[in-house]
């Protein structure tokens, strides 16, 4: 029979005030998790699971129950480095819900080919770049804005149709 995994059950956010004993090395899309099966730089395979879904940036940690520390290393990934009217650009990256990184010069967001014609046809200039990627947190504090959504949508018109019949009768006349 195997051992048990050691688990993380705890984040400590960076800056970490004690040394990390190693490192995992994570995507973006992977730094969003509750719980799965890690392995070390060093090899050393963990468990995180943890009480709800978080979004871990760069020099985070994860504490095992032991109390050593498993420092977060954003991995190098495939992006787009958009450079132009920034502020446009960031504007239509942003109505899209796109994650973006915003730095002096230049956005950064993951590689997407759709994106990458719409933001050429508002005449940026697009290249492929491999690194890692921290974008924005959000308006709203520490990690992702996690999607849009503006809640149950009911809508009142001011229009008939031609089936309507308000009264009841079904005669097809609908109340005036």
């Known amino acids: ?78 992006l787009l480095q958009v450079t132009g009217d920034l502020p446009r650009l960031a504007w239509h990256i942003g109505n899209r819900h796109t994650p973006c990184r915003i730095e002096p010069g230049r956005l950064l967001i993951q590689r997407d080919h759709v994106l990458a014609q719409m933001l050429e046809g508002l005449g940026a200039e697009v290249a492929e770049v491999t690194e890692p990627f921290t974008p924005e947190g959000g308006a709203y504090g520490h990690g992702r804005t996690m999607g849009h959504d503006h809640g149950p949508v009911h809508h009142h018109s001011a229009h008939t149709h031609i089936d309507d019949d308000e009264d009841g009768d079904d005669d097809g006349e609908a109340l005036a």
Not at 35 to 47: D, V
Not at 57 to 64: E, I, Q, S, T, Y
Request: aromatic share 4%.
């Open 1 to 78: 029979m195997s051992a048990a995994l050691p688990r993380a059950t705890e984040i400590r956010r960076a800056p970490l005030e004690a040394a990390a004993a190693d490192r995992v090395v994570l995507t973006y899309d992977g730094r969003l998790l509750r719980r799965r099966k890690l392995q070390a730089a060093g090899g050393m395979a963990f468990l995180a699971d943890l009480a709800a879904t978080v979004s871990l940036d760069h020099g985070d940690a994860f504490v095992l129950e032991d109390g050593r520390l498993i420092a977060v290393e954003a991995a190098p990934e495939a």
